[in-house]
């Protein structure tokens, strides 16, 4: 099964949320968690006020879709596709990231030498 992406532009409602967001990105990784979320977005109506209020989810977290983004146009449609075609060494290459990074810690517990 592909996974599936939204338009830019999209206006979503979380599950349990109260405010909307519009998706403005896709798989943003989030480096000090370690992590790739499928969507990054802003606040709807207001839009992009700061870094700091950006928000990072998965298609999975998503309600409801308020208003759907451009997805008739060729170059968003050619984009949707790539993006799905690419969306499984992209989350790979995220992943072994994880792994080497782990794999540098210390396997064992110190103990202290009396």
């Given at each position: 099964?592909?996974?599936?992406?939204?338009?830019?532009?999209?206006?979503?409602?979380?599950?349990?949320?109260?405010?909307?967001?519009m998706i403005t990105g896709y798989l943003p990784i989030i480096k000090e968690e370690k992590k790739i979320y499928d969507y990054s977005g802003?606040?709807?109506?207001?839009?992009?006020?700061?870094?700091?209020?950006?928000?990072?989810?998965?298609?999975?977290?998503?309600?409801?879709?308020?208003?759907?983004?451009?997805?008739?146009?060729?170059?968003?449609?050619?984009?949707?596709?790539?993006?799905?075609?690419?969306?499984?060494?992209?989350?790979?290459?995220?992943?072994?990231?994880?792994?080497?990074?782990?794999?540098?810690?210390?396997?064992?517990?110190?103990?202290?030498?009396?």
């Open positions: 099964m592909d996974k599936e992406f939204l338009p830019i532009g999209t206006v979503v409602l979380m599950k349990g949320g109260t405010k909307r967001l802003c606040l709807y109506p207001e839009g992009f006020l700061s870094s700091e209020q950006v928000g990072f989810f998965n298609h999975e977290n998503i309600e409801k879709i308020i208003y759907m983004g451009e997805s008739e146009d060729p170059e968003t449609k050619e984009f949707i596709e790539k993006l799905k075609e690419d969306y499984k060494k992209i989350r790979e290459m995220v992943e072994n990231e994880q792994n080497k990074k782990e794999e540098i810690k210390p396997k064992y517990t110190s103990t202290k030498i009396q």
